[in-house]
Each structure stands twice: as structure tokens, then as C-alpha cells.
């Protein structure tokens, strides 16, 4: 139900499985169940119960009165949450389905599409990719297309960058396919 990864000193991830998770939670709203996920995985995460989730005015989450850094992700049955003591972290977890096809040319740029050439699971690694980006800019600011770049990717380990008029930051970027999931998740500003 629960799995946690621990990615470096630092850096670690919990990925709770949604619908095991609410089988004995019937009378929860699914946003109840998320919240309640949420909360934990990050018990787990932070080997406590003593915090508090909020979340900013622009819709980034934090833990109230700490320094670690989160980051956090949902898509149908799972539920993934990164922790980052150090720095700010992004994480998007993805349900690979085909509706992708669709919606490429709105997020990606000509170069991304020729390599990614209709292939789902690239187009879904494109899609989460800039979603971590996005939630490592944390600003609601900014265009997939022309502020957001993932390098090619033929490894699991790649790179993205955040390219603005005030400031261009590289991430690298990891990726795991979890049964029909594609998880990314940011490991540090290069």
C-alpha cells in the first residue's frame, strides 16, 4: 500500500496506492482520501506526527514551522510525495493513457514532439517533467512551451531547465515507470 524510497541523504519518497488505501474509508469524499494519504505519508516521511500542511497562495504545499521541502502528486490511484531536507524539490506521478496524443501540441515545443514521435510513454515523461519544472518554479507564471525544456531523455536520469527573463535554473530529473505510472522527480539544481 505504502512504499518509501529514500533517493539520497537528503531526499526520499512515499508512494501510497490510493485505492487500497480507501478501502476502509468508504464514507470519504476522494479529496478526504487524498488528504488523508497525504498526511501518512508524510507521518512516515518525517517519522512524526507533529506538523502542519499548508500551502502557499500559489498552491505550493509546505510543511508550517520546518525547513524540509515537499512536493506533492496524485493521478487516479496513487498518491507520491517528496521530502527534500536541503532544497526545493518537485515530484508529478502520471497515469499513462492515450488522451495525451491530444493535448501534446499544448505543452510541448516542435523539437520535444519530433522525439517523443507519438510515443505515449515519452509524451506522459514530457507531461510530468514539466509539471515537476513547474512545481520547482513554484510561480503560476509560466508557459510549458516556452519556459519549460526537458532535454532528450534516453536514460531514467536527464535534465530540465526553467528558462525565464529573470533566471534560468537546470534540474536534473529522474523517472520510474510504477506499473502503468510514470513518476519524475527532481534530485537537484545543477
Known sequence: MLSLKKINKNCTIGILDLKIFSLNKINLTRREIEKTGAKMILEHLLNSKEFELLYSPENKPYLKNRT???SISHSYDK????INKKAICGIDIEL?????????????NEHEIEFANNDVEKLITYWSSKETLFKLYSLKNIDFINNLFVE???KNTFYGRIETSEKKIKYILKRE?????????SINEV
Open 68 to 70: 524540509e521541502h515537499i
Open 79 to 82: 498518491l507520491a510525495i517528496i
Open 96 to 108: 499513462i493513457r492515450n488522451k495525451v496524443l491530444k493535448i501534446k501540441h499544448k505543452y510541448l
Open 152 to 154: 532528450d531523455f534516453l
Open 177 to 185: 515507470k510504477i506499473d502503468n505510472y510514470i513518476l519524475v522527480y
